[in-house]
């Protein structure tokens, strides 16, 4: 006789495990835990092909499982729908239909400004059945932090500009590894004349962002002239005006890092209003890789965040602390890289 377990539709019902997804990859069973889990120690190609079969074969993780069915988490942005928000965004909607679950985007206002407290905020957020709160470039306080931990809802922040406490969960790349390649591969050009115009003094990322370009000077024995270093907003306008007040000096440099593809443009367009060519007369730098960068004239040479994987890891992180899992780490970081266009070239003679 034949037991039911072996029938067909017992087959087609049972679930894959992560040892089969594991043998199907060539890879370990712990490899696969740690992309099902959002880690970011293992390679990109090895990533892909997992996340494939995962796919492949309708695996859903038990964090999923326990969380995703019925779900919906809130995702805030900071400020305008600009094209760093737009990758990140698409990530966290990327994630959610993989996952069954939806996901809310709105804006990230000041209580105060609307007339709500933190806490009032917060318990609108949870009787609207919200399992999680996801922000991206916001700045909070700790009482936004204290009301959501009140009414139980974790939360994942993106690029913050502020942690109002260390235990508040992030998701970002490496800044400082990033603002030190850009001036790195400026200096190795021969520029020894090199701007940083990036965004609010307070953001955390462009504080790592210019101490990576400090940084990359002091390596190299040159020293950073302070009046070529500006810092507002990540903005096309900040670019623009900042860009033309460093451009205007007796001495002006001959390179600039930007903190952003925004203000990388808006410095290109500051040196064009005076007549220099780019990256004849200036080279520029943009921080990103948004679709701008490859549409600038010249392409941008950037540093490329991975905002979509970020967007999808933020996503992960706050249904695995829905879930009540343990995080390994309250900060994760993922690797930036190096992308060379026509907008850099040697230093002028």
Known sequence: MTSSAGTPAARRTTRPTLATIAASAGVSVATVSKVVNGRDDVAEQTRAHVQALLRQHDYASPTTRRVAAGTTVEFLINGVFAAYATEVVDGVITEGAESGTSVVVGKMQDASRLGRAPGVWARELKVAGRAGVVVVTGELTGDHVDALAEVGLP???????????????????????GGFTATQHL???G??????????????????????????????????????IGNQNFDYECGLELGARILALPDPPTGIVAGSDSIALGVIEAARRRGLRVPDDL?????????????????????RQPLHEMG???????????????????HVELATQLVVRGSTGPAPR
């Open 312 to 330: 999808r890891v933020a996503l992960r992180t706050v249904l695995r602390m829905a879930a009540g899992e343990t995080l390994d780490s309250h």
């Open 155 to 177: 939360l994942v922040v993106i690029d913050p500009v502020n942690l109002p406490r260390s235990s508040v969960t992030s998701v970002g790349s490496t800044n400082f590894t």
């Open 191 to 228: 520029h020894r004349r090199i701007g940083y115009v990036g965004g609010p003094p307070k953001s955390g990322c462009n504080q790592a962002r210019l101490h990576g370009y400090r940084a990359a000077h002091e390596v190299a024995g040159v020293h950073p002239r302070p009046e070529l």
């Open 283 to 303: 080279s520029v730098t943009g921080f990103d890789d948004t679709e701008l960068a490859a549409a600038a004239t010249p392409p941008l040479t950037v540093i």
């Open 187 to 189: 200096l190795g050009l």
